[in-house]
């Protein structure tokens, strides 16, 4: 049997820098919120400069896809295994574009007194960053049903969601000195419910490179 | 029309375009050795079917079936149907003189006669009773721009063809082709002995003739059959495993085995 070990070891190369990308953008998030949460001013910069890793490796994977596609040309599942890993790497660079987005809106609320304690928000980057743990996994094992059922949670990110904004808002009236805080608390849980959605995304692209149709798991 | 499955992979989809060639249930034996089982599949008019395979699998055997070439081997022994346009081809009053005319083929080594270039493409409506000069300069000139070399070699009509590059000589024989109006053009690997440069052209003239010809090309290139094929028939040791649009073929085929194929795993 004829076994292209080339193009074999290049998909397990894309394997890993991608797995490597998610990693990264996991920690950003669980970063970015831990700086919320203690008011680290110092590790929300280090999220904003880490950034430039997530970045780099998806132009790494974008380089090797592109070397791939000139040279194996290849066809049916390892190019649907090719193109998935770009949208996959697309996904995760925005998501830690999110976690930058995160640590800037700390280092806007910056030392004020958090006008209530961050419980919920934790919460939700929890559940996003346990999507994220899920769906790389879906990834590695070509596990549709993973893929699926990790998209599923997307909806208990989004009810927490809901729950936070309204309380947010709720404050406004009666805090009308802490509209900045609560305007950039607001910008955090959007981001987080992003995350979210990326996964979701995730999910899809994953399902399409096993199965060869697109799905839509945010309907 | 409605969704028609002959059988397991075999993707027909509903469709307005007419079937110029249908293989019903073709069987061939070279003597004992059975090299075609139990082939279905329609062809379409206007589209460029690839058939794709192994060494061995009997995608020329097939192609030689469909202009009765196959039975000049004399141990061969056919069963089934194939229809040309609605008539079995193998129907005793069927005549392959009439279904060659209309039937054109290219091989993998370009064999011009040993003429002019001009005398090469006069040849077949020479044979058929064209003697008007006129007439035949009209048929060369056609059938040359047709193959796209007319330019390369309107000066020099009555040089001859051994002459030219095997690239032009490979089109040399398309415009032959040509020349007699065929309805069909059989392609049996046309470009593995060229350049990459004069099998590009020739991919390019496929695709300007399938406007005006239905082609059926068996190529060992796969990414030539994905570039230039609508269609691709994936055969392995005798018999058709698959056969749909290009685009899902190499997309996201199937079978197993055709994906083992195309994906090189095995060969």
């Known amino acids: 049997m004829a076994i292209r070990t080339t193009l074999d070891k290049d998909l397990e190369r894309l394997k890993e820098l991608l797995i490597e990308m998610v990693n990264l953008s996991k920690t950003a998030v669980e970063k970015s919120v831990q700086s919320l949460a203690h008011q680290n001013i110092m590790m929300a910069q280090e999220i904003i400069e880490e950034d430039q890793k997530i970045n780099e490796l998806e132009e790494k994977i974008n380089n090797l896809i ?4 000139a040279q194996q040309q290849p066809v049916a599942s390892d190019l649907r295994a090719i193109i998935a890993g770009l ?25 004020s007194p958090l006008i209530k304690p961050i419980v919920d928000l934790p919460k939700m980057a929890d559940m996003s960053i346990d999507m994220l743990t899920k769906v790389i996994q879906a990834y590695i094992d070509s596990d549709i049903d993973l ?25 406004m009236p009666t805090k009308p000195e802490s509209l900045n805080q609560i305007t950039q608390l607001a910008f955090i849980c959007r981001n987080l419910e992003r995350v979210a959605d990326h996964t979701t995304n ?18 | 029309m409605s969704l028609q499955i002959i059988q397991d992979n075999i993707d ?73 346009r609605g008539k079995n081809i193998f129907d005793k009053a069927y005549k392959e003189e009439e279904l060659r005319t209309k039937v054109g083929m290219v091989f993998q080594k370009p064999n011009p006669f040993p003429k002019s270039i001009y005398d090469n493409i006069a040849y077949g409506p020479r044979i058929h009773g064209i ?41 040399i024989c398309i415009a032959r082709c040509l020349a007699i109006e065929p309805d069909v053009i059989l392609m049996d690997e046309p470009t593995s002995a060229l350049d990459p440069i004069s099998t590009l052209k020739i991919e390019e003239l496929v695709q300007e003739l399938k406007q005006n010809f239905s082609i059926i090309i068996v190529t060992h290139n796969m990414q030539q059959a ?39 795993r095995f060969g």
Request: glycine residues 6%.
């Open chain 1, 66 to 69: 592109i070397q791939l596609i």
């Open chain 1, 87 to 111: 949208k996959i790497s697309n996904d995760v660079e925005r998501i830690g574009d999110l976690a930058v987005n995160i640590a800037k809106s700390v280092l806007h609320i910056g030392e």
């Open chain 1, 147 to 171: 893929a699926i059922q990790t998209a599923k949670y997307d909806d208990n990110v989004d009810e927490l969601y809901g729950k936070i904004i309204n309380e947010l808002f709720e404050l």
């Open chain 1, 202 to 219: 995730m999910s899809e692209h994953i399902i399409y490179m096993v199965k060869g149709k697109n799905v839509d798991l945010n309907a």
């Open chain 2, 12 to 84: 027909i989809e509903p469709t307005n375009q007419k079937i110029v060639y249908d293989t019903k249930d073709l069987n061939l034996w070279y003597g004992e050795e059975q090299a075609l089982k139990n082939i279905n599949f329609p062809i379409y008019e206007n589209e460029v079917t690839a058939i794709i395979g192994p060494s061995g699998c009997g995608k020329s055997t097939y192609i030689k079936t469909l202009n009765r070439m196959v039975e000049l081997v004399p141990i061969v022994r056919i069963s089934g149907e194939i229809l040309y």
């Open chain 2, 131 to 171: 003697r008007n000069k006129k007439i035949l300069d009209e048929i060369v000139e056609k059938s040359l721009r047709g193959a796209a070399i007319w330019d390369e070699v309107k000066d020099r009509l009555h040089e001859n063809a051994y002459g030219l590059s095997g690239g032009q000589q490979q089109r």
């Open chain 2, 226 to 264: 994905a570039r230039i094929s609508d269609r691709t028939a994936f055969f392995l040791s005798g018999e058709i495993i698959e056969y749909a649009k290009t685009d899902k073929m190499f997309s996201n085929p199937s079978d197993k085995r055709t994906e083992d194929y195309i994906t090189g």
